[in-house]
């Protein structure tokens, strides 16, 4: 059973540009997680989605977005990147919401510098 | 809010020492502990779980208790390997208000080394 992807795996993006990074769940998992990954902060949760709906927001910036498709793939989008956007985003996939112990597992990530 | 409290590291040990890295947890209402592992370069990946007081996770040697009345999951191995040297990661899960399972909020990691 193939697991949690993530693409690309490493990305460099300049000051101001925008950027999508995609994840594609463990079959038949429904609900996606993304974490923001750095030395400074540790691993801090962004948002969770389950069909295609918000459940859950942490506390970042509006630049932050993310979607749901039908599939349950997930995209999640930064825009007018920062410096201090360069982080390692992980994306952790469930089988679904609100389920007792359900566990989740995630991808090798998405390295992302700024510069 | 909920919050995760690890002991600070990074932690160095000699192979088939006794391992213990410290977690404490404030959160509402009932929520599940894990341990998470992270080698170099990979992402997290459960190692044990507990989902009630007094559950004891274990997988790989390693073993947690959930307690409850000093709101503690403390990882512990009686044996270290050099392959065990990774990050560790408490993290917790609480359905308080029928918050989903899905957000994690995590301790500040354990560097662990072992040496031949």
Redesign the interface.
Known sequence: KAG?T?TPRYLIKTRGQQVTLSCSPISGHR???W?QQTPGQ????LF?Y?SETQ??K?NFPGRFSGRQFSNSRSEMNVSTLELGDSALY?C?S?LG?????????????TRLTVV | GDSVTQMEGPVTLSEEAFLTINCTYTATGYPSLFWYVQYPGEGLQLLLKATKADDKGSNKGFEATYRKETTSFHLEKGSVQVSDSAVYFCALSSNAGGTSYGKLTFGQGTILTVHP
Do not use: D, H, I, K
């Open positions: 949690v993530q609900s996606v997680s974490y540790g691993l801090q949760f969770e389950f459940r859950n942490g992980l952790a469930s919401w609100g389920e007792l112990n359900t566990e989740a597992f995630f991808g090798q990530g």
